[in-house]
């Protein structure tokens, strides 16, 4: 179930980053095939997940801690569905913003250029994707993602109807922020920690020299106000 979840969100992170893309200079037909790949393989995913959790969690004979295990790993994947039900619905509305059948239809100039076929690559764990869609896919591909979003609400709808799991009522394993201070994070911004701390020691030093010549002008000041009374 875990190693489901984890490939759920990292698809759905995935999505969600190809989907800001849309009506910016990087956005194509391949923009929209990825998209819709993406979208499908979350979607599978999602099902998977649906369909564990839920025979798990309908199980009597699991134990305590371990019901407890699974309903936290079932709000997570609640919450992750309902990111991807909000992208989707994104991707919607941009889609009909800017269709790619329409020339004369500004695209948002967002300064950013390049393609998104490695995010796609790493969502759908291939290394080389190929594009055979028709050229109206963005029209095409419209109507099958309102029919997909329509299909992940009533997903939605039927989890809550069989598993009933307050998220409010489940506890969190970790402290807020947890995930930040793990080996797996400081090894990975290591050097951006190194970083950090170099230029805060900087600073510390940049502020002790800048009191010592800011005192040092105040007593000179001080001292040429004192030899300007004293002459007149």
Known sequence: CKALLDALNKVTACYRHMVLT????????????????????AQELAVANRN?????????TVSKEDKAEFERLWVIFSTCLEILEID????????????????????????MSGGTSGVAARAMSVQNMKYEAEHNIDVVD?????????????????????VNVPQWTVEAKQDPGAELK???????????????????????????????????????????????????
């Open 182 to 232: 793990s080996t797996i994070s400081v090894g990975a911004s290591s050097i951006g920690m190194i970083s950090v701390e170099e230029n805060k020691s900087f600073c510390d030093i940049s502020k002790v020299l800048a009191g010592i010549v800011f005192s040092a002008v105040l007593i000179i000041a001080i001292v040429l106000a004192v030899c300007v009374v004293k002459l007149s």
């Open 52 to 60: 564990k959790l839920t025979t798990v969690l309908k199980d009597k």
């Open 22 to 41: 849309i009506g910016g200079t990087s956005d194509s037909q391949n923009l929209r095939e990825e998209l819709k790949k993406t979208r499908q393989k």
């Open 142 to 162: 419209l109507k099958d993602l309102e029919n997909e979003i329509n299909q992940v609400g009533e997903m939605m709808y039927e989890m809550e109807m069989k």
């Open 88 to 111: 989707m619905r994104r991707a919607l509305e941009l889609g009909h913003e800017f269709p790619l059948n329409v020339p004369k239809k500004h695209l948002i100039q967002t300064g």
